[in-house]
């Protein structure tokens, strides 16, 4: 009897442990050539970017966090290298339950960082891969109506304008067909309510109604809906 009660005991604690896990989020890796500086793992809760853990860094860039997490979203991995530079120093990725490897070297922290574990982090690369060509034609556009060698009479403006437009409209279809295309992913709901949240209605009603049961269920999902009710009740 006793024998048994022990081994119910036993197996309720292993219940619990998985369980746990299915909440759980470690980040870990290696920050080549660091040798003194802060890490912060960090979390935008509302409009207020949050500080989840910290680790002080002194002769060894590895580093390891664990936090609990609702549901999968975007999360920072901040490095303060005490050198007066806030450049190349936070690293965007989109976090999951799991375990997630971070590894990157110290003075190029952000542009040289390789993530794995996380699906959804994953899908949001190829996402912003596939964005990198229209975020460039808009930077040429701004660069060229500010060059002094290019014309600024009324129809070298509405060109560029007009190029602009043309190029906006391209990366908001991109984005829906990506969303449209990726409907059992995480980042979809996202790029719908946060990238391109003043689209047409039908085309972001179309992606919410496709979401995958457990993606309906995840914060950007419900976001979505909640978003589209609202506009619905304002029309």
Not at 39 to 67: A, M, R
Not at 174 to 182: R, V
Not at 204 to 229: C, F, H, N, R
Request: proline share 2%; with cysteine.
């Amino acid at each position: 009897m006793k024998k048994l009660l022990f081994m119910s005991l036993i197996g309720l604690l292993l219940i619990s442990c998985s369980g746990d896990s299915k909440d759980t989020m470690i980040v870990n890796g290696t920050v080549k050539g660091l040798k003194k500086g802060k890490l912060y793992l960090q979390h935008l809760q509302d409009t207020t970017l949050v500080v989840l853990d910290s680790l002080e860094i002194k002769g060894n860039g590895d580093f390891n966090f664990e936090t609990n997490i609702e549901s999968p979203d975007i999360y920072y991995l901040y490095l303060d290298k005490n050198d007066f530079n806030d450049v190349n120093d936070r690293i965007t990725f989109f976090g999951e339950p799991g375990t997630i490897t971070i590894n990157t070297i110290w003075d190029a922290f952000d542009t040289e960082a390789k993530i794995t574990g996380s699906k959804s982090n994953e899908k949001f690369e190829e996402y912003k891969k596939g964005m990198t060509r229209y975020n460039t034609k808009n930077l040429e556009l701004l660069q060229a109506r500010f060059d002094p060698k290019v014309k600024k009479d009324s129809l070298t403006l509405d060109s560029l304008a007009k190029q602009g437009d043309k190029n906006v409209y391209r990366s908001y279809a991109y984005a829906l067909n990506f969303a449209l295309n990726n409907k059992d992913s995480y980042v979809a709901p996202y790029i719908a309510v946060r990238e391109v949240g003043d689209a047409n209605v039908k085309y972001l009603d179309s992606i919410s109604k496709m979401l995958t049961p457990e993606v309906a269920a995840s914060k950007y999902g419900k976001e979505l809906k909640k978003y589209l009710e609202d506009l619905k009740k304002k029309n």
